[in-house]
């Protein structure tokens, strides 16, 4: 891992500071309340070894991960069955169809979702997280994410949570259950998908857990192991396939990162063995991501030459 010396830092200030001199419109409603009304609120941290960090614009502005927290869960999953159980039930390919598509689930093994990043694949594996029931299913993933942010304090929107249309992600939930690739209630499986996705942090709690991914599982300040090193290279895969919805492609060729975005404009990214970012930038394109987040990655990723495959 690398420390975050001042240059860096300076970097990151001039980097925000060029972003800022650019409109941004978005093509698709944000979810994150931190952004609402105001698309010019970008946020960005960085953190390296032994938690060096360093952050500019809005990063310590609080936002819910929407589908950020489906990396995470992902661990989780892992840990708890292994990846022979949670691949019988979901897949490992690109959709090609937007993260909300209920088409995937009619194509190839009926009712299996394509991969662990789009709405219907992280409602299973979040689903196959132990639990006696949906209150403690989602009591170990906040715990999980509280670890991994380093703020035991995290927790979800509950007005967020109420206010929600659950309708569309009902309707993935009741088809995958008629094809039994998933059995249980509304309540102990789905709605601790919908709580974790309401779970708010900020930019240097996001670049902690980025951190934590880069560092092979270990937290960065102390050496302790919270994610296994398997796990970690499962999830950083398919993070880098699938984890910039229906743009994982071509941000893989611009950014070369693993990365995983959400619909409020939050973006984790990390470049293994060396940093951690934990981004904000409300306005989106077409496909749900960051407008600001996409760019200050992209230049980041050149000027220090980040990319996987650099």
Known sequence: MERIDESKSAMLGEAVALEREYRHESEMASFSEAGEGDPERIGIAVMGAEGDVAQAGSAEQRFPLESVSKALTLALALADVGTEALFERVGMEPSGDPYHSIATLEEGEMGIPANPMINAGA?????????????????????????????????????MFEAEDKDLNRALFYYMRSHDVLQGSEEDLLVPYLKQTTIEMNCREL???????????????????????????????????????????????????????????????????????????????????????????EALSSRWRLGVFA
């Open 123 to 159: 409602i299973v594996t979040t689903a196959m997280i132990r639990g006696r029931d949906g209150e403690e299913r989602f009591d170990r993933i906040r715990d999980f994410f509280r670890r991994l942010a380093g703020n035991p304090a995290l927790d979800y929107d509950r007005a």
């Open 207 to 297: 670049s902690r857990i980025a951190a934590v991914l880069a560092n092979a599982g270990r937290d960065p300040e102390s050496g302790e192991r919270l994610i296994g090193e398997e796990t970690v290279r499962i999830v950083l895969t398919l993070m880098f396939t699938t984890g910039m919805y229906d743009q994982s492609g071509r941000y893989a060729v611009e950014v070369g990162m693993p990365s995983k975005s959400g619909v409020s404009g939050a973006i984790l990214a990390v470049a293994p063995g060396r940093m951690g970012f934990g981004v904000i930038g409300p306005a989106l394109n077409e496909h749900g991501n960051s407008v600001a987040g996409l760019r200050l990655l």
